[in-house]
């Protein structure tokens, strides 16, 4: 009797856990953030002439018959189970922007953290298309992450200067993932967004 016992409080106590956070890739500390957001050109956005999407291709066959946004659900989420197609069929995720927790993953987005159309006039469009590419289905750096969707709607195109996560307390993750983002790929920043960023990074 006492073995039944356990075993349920056991299981109560796994449902109530907090579901794992998972992150992406090589974010770096505070002070290594900072040193890259020092070393980031400050100057006005290109135009958005010529933008498309499509001259980001995404999401491309990551493995077998994994593309990027499935890998990245895999990655981000806990427990998740995927089938033949490799499209998740069940498991959890928290969206860190908002602490939302999902079960379907049809309520989430993949978030390019720093966003195409902000990578465009921030120098990609002197790219090519297979930088872009790059860009786009980057799992090294982190550029990619499971969000609810709803949140990602509303980021849009914005940079931290005019958007931020409705989390406060996830500005310095957010912030950090940014500056690694542009550093990486060499974009500039404009001087309300490294304001914006300098005030985000000094919450950590």
Known sequence: MKSVFIASAFAALVAA????KRTPPNIPSTSS??????????????????YSRDLF?????????????ETVLKRDGTNVVTNSACASTSGTWASPYDGATWTAASD??????????NAWKSGASAWTTAQRQAFANDLTNP??????????????????????????????????????VKSVYSLSVTSAEKTALTSMLATC
Do not use: F
């Open 17 to 20: 856990a907090p579901v794992e």
């Open 33 to 50: 953030a900072n040193s890259l957001l020092a070393g980031l050109t400050v100057k006005a956005q290109g135009p958005q002439t010529g």
């Open 57 to 69: 291709p995404h999401w491309i066959t990551i493995s077998g018959t994994c593309n990027t946004r």
């Open 108 to 117: 989430l987005d993949i978030d390019h953290m720093v966003p195409l159309s």
């Open 143 to 180: 550029q990619l992450i499971a969000v609810t969707d709803s949140v990602n709607s509303a980021k849009g195109d914005k940079g931290p200067e005019d958007w931020k996560p409705p989390l406060a307390s996830y500005y310095c993750t957010y912030a950090k993932m940014w500056v690694k």
